[in-house]
């Protein structure tokens, strides 16, 4: 009997882009999570933000199921891709497997996750510094990227995450970054947006950047831009932006 073939694929730099774009560019995500009484897995929708090293990060309540789960068992599977018009299998997702890591409310970290998650998700700043809430930062470890049919690949933890010696600076520069772009190039945003094809033409914003890229947002609708490679320092973000914004026809 002949082995059956594979239906993996090669993974290569399109896939861990594409990878990159689903799980950055998703405002929320279902969760997956073990059940600690009964064992069984537990699916929940979760909102999603990003560090600075592109680990997903969820604000969850001590009150959920999920967040009991969580605090007894790390592991946990996020769901990020949507569906549009017709049949959904064929839209690409991504399912990525994670360990629950938990962040110091007092903690820099903790600060910083807080001004990055409220830049996507506003309307949590009713509930997020609230006593039973905290931040989790879900460290990737591998994913499944599905990217439509045919199209299946398997990616490493390290795929999803920014290595870059220049991720504390830039975190801690980024407000002043967004000012300093949408003083030189106001707008950036909107073209950004034409060019990734956005269905609206909304009042788009630059809402987060990093070393491998930024996000824009516009009401309920959230885009990636991610660089042609990681940047090594704020001086490189900018080189990274520039070419970014040379290679977009005026709109």
């Known amino acids: ?30 969760i997956a999570v073990l059940d600690p009484e009964t064992g069984f897995p537990f699916a929940s929708r979760v909102l999603l933000g990003t560090d600075i090293d592109g680990v997903p990060v969820i604000l969850v309540s001590g009150l959920s199921t999920h967040t009991r789960a969580l605090d007894a068992d790390r592991r946990a599977s996020l769901l990020t891709g949507e569906p549009g018009k017709g049949d959904p299998l064929a839209y690409p997702r991504l399912t990525t497997q994670c360990l629950a890591e938990p962040v110091e409310r007092d903690s820099v970290i903790h600060a910083r996750i807080r ?50 010696p220049g991720n504390e600076n ?45 996000d824009l947002i516009s009401g309920d609708l959230l885009l990636r831009c991610e660089f042609a490679a990681v940047a090594e320092d704020i001086e490189d973000v900018y080189f990274h932006i520039s070419n970014i914004k040379s290679a977009i026809p005026e709109i």
């Not at 300093?180 to 950036?188: A, K, M, V």
């Open 1 to 30: 009997m002949k082995d059956q073939a594979s239906v993996l694929r090669e993974t290569d730099g399109e896939a861990r882009k594409l990878a990159r774009t689903l799980l950055r560019s998703a405002r929320y995500a279902a």
């Open 170 to 214: 830039v975190a801690a520069q980024a407000d002043a970054i967004v000012q300093e772009l949408l003083g030189t190039s106001p707008d950036l945003a909107a073209m950004t947006a034409a060019s990734l094809k956005a269905g609206n033409g909304g009042d788009w914003r630059i809402c987060g950047v990093d070393c491998a890229g930024f």
């Open 115 to 164: 001004s990055r998650f409220l830049n996507r998700h506003a309307k949590a700043k009713l509930y997020i510094d609230f006593p039973d809430f905290r931040f989790l930062r879900l460290v990737p470890q591998s994913a499944s990227l599905n990217g439509g049919f045919g199209r299946a690949y398997l990616l490493d933890g390290d795929d999803l995450t920014i290595r870059s």
